[in-house]
């Protein structure tokens, strides 16, 4: 399979030239802000859909003011150039890109000047039936007046990054984070459901977690709309993990990921639930497009588009 193209600062150009200066403020405190995203493919329309473009975008530049720096281009450039980079890579399949901007000016309080790249990689899922033996970790998650989630910089993912590499090395395939509340925050990249008494649960968005566009999409139009299920946001505690009946993990990378076990107590009979099979099953055709309510979500790549 070829390497697909890098978009950077308005060309495409092979990952091999898609480089950043060692001394940049991007290289060296992780200076940057990033969105991941997802396109899909629709045989049946011969098209890629990118799915919910406008939010990401309106995100990446929540995280920039935050951040403090801007980047010159439009919300209009950013769609043409999620679009150029799915159509000069003649993308057909389904594709997950980072869209990152960052400081190539050296020093801790560099804002400026600013870049922008969006790479497209294409990332492995879960099979069908299998799911995550998960840990509850002992690394919190970051508190909003320290490092906030809310923010999505690269910098923030090392509090991911460590507790990752604990679950591990301890025998599980992810760690969730509970805040210094001690409770239920998230995954490292990705928010967590769970389905206890047949209700479906969440944490607030002030439970340090991010602001995440597939749990908005679940709780303001797939369950309710689609399942007929409400979603319930509050606060979890650890002990309610090890007696729910089903959990997942989601996000525009994740989608739909099954927890099977935390902390090795098995969630319902150890298998997918009943209620993450129907979920993910709405979730992907609506991202695909093969169940065609909501096409404000879906951006087309090769045909024309009207923003
Ligand atoms: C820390 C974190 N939480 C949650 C999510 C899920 O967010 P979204 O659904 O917007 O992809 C992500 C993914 O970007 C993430 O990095």
Redesign the pocket.
């Known amino acids: 399979m070829k390497d697909l193209n890098i978009w950077m600062n308005g060309k495409l150009v092979p990952q091999s030239e898609a480089v950043l200066p060692v001394n940049s403020a991007a290289v060296f405190y992780a200076t940057n802000v990033f969105e ?1 995203l997802r396109a899909y493919w629709n045989a049946a329309d011969d098209e890629v859909y990118s799915f919910r473009l406008p939010e990401h975008f309106a995100r990446f530049r929540e995280s920039m003011k935050m951040m403090r720096f801007t980047i010159p281009y439009s919300d209009l450039d950013l769609y043409e150039a999620v679009r150029t980079v799915l159509s000069g890579n003649e993308v057909k399949e389904d594709i997950h890109m980072h869209m990152c901007a960052y400081v190539t000016g050296t020093g801790l309080d560099a804002t400026t000047p600013t870049g922008i790249y969006i790479n497209p990689r294409r990332r492995p899922r879960v099979a069908e039936g299998a799911g995550l033996k998960c840990c509850v970790s002992s690394w919190q998650r970051t508190a909003d007046n320290a490092i906030p ?1 809310r923010l ?1 910089c690269g910098a923030n993912y090392q509090n ?1 990054r460590l507790a990752t590499l604990q679950a591990k090395a301890d025998g599980y395939d992810q760690p969730l984070l509970l805040n210094r509340e001690g409770h239920v925050a ?1 995954g ?4 967590f459901f769970m389905v206890r008494k047949g209700r479906l649960v969440t944490p607030p968005v002030t439970a340090d ?2 602001e ?4 908005t999409t679940l709780m303001d139009a797939i369950c309710p709309e689609l399942l007929g299920m409400g979603v319930v946001e509050r606060e979890i505690d650890r002990t309610e993990l090890y007696v729910a009946d089903e959990a997942f993990l ?4 994740y989608e739909i990921t099954p927890i099977l076990s935390i902390d090795k107590f098995p969630l319902g009979d150890g298998k997918v639930g009943p209620i993450t099979q129907r979920l993910t099953r709405a979730y992907m055709d609506i991202v695909r497009g093969v169940d065609t309510r909501f096409p404000e979500w879906r951006t087309p790549t090769y045909r024309p588009v009207r923003v």
């Open positions: 991941g989630i999505k991911g998230e490292t990249g990705a928010t977690i991010l995440s566009i597939t749990r989601c996000g525009s990378g």
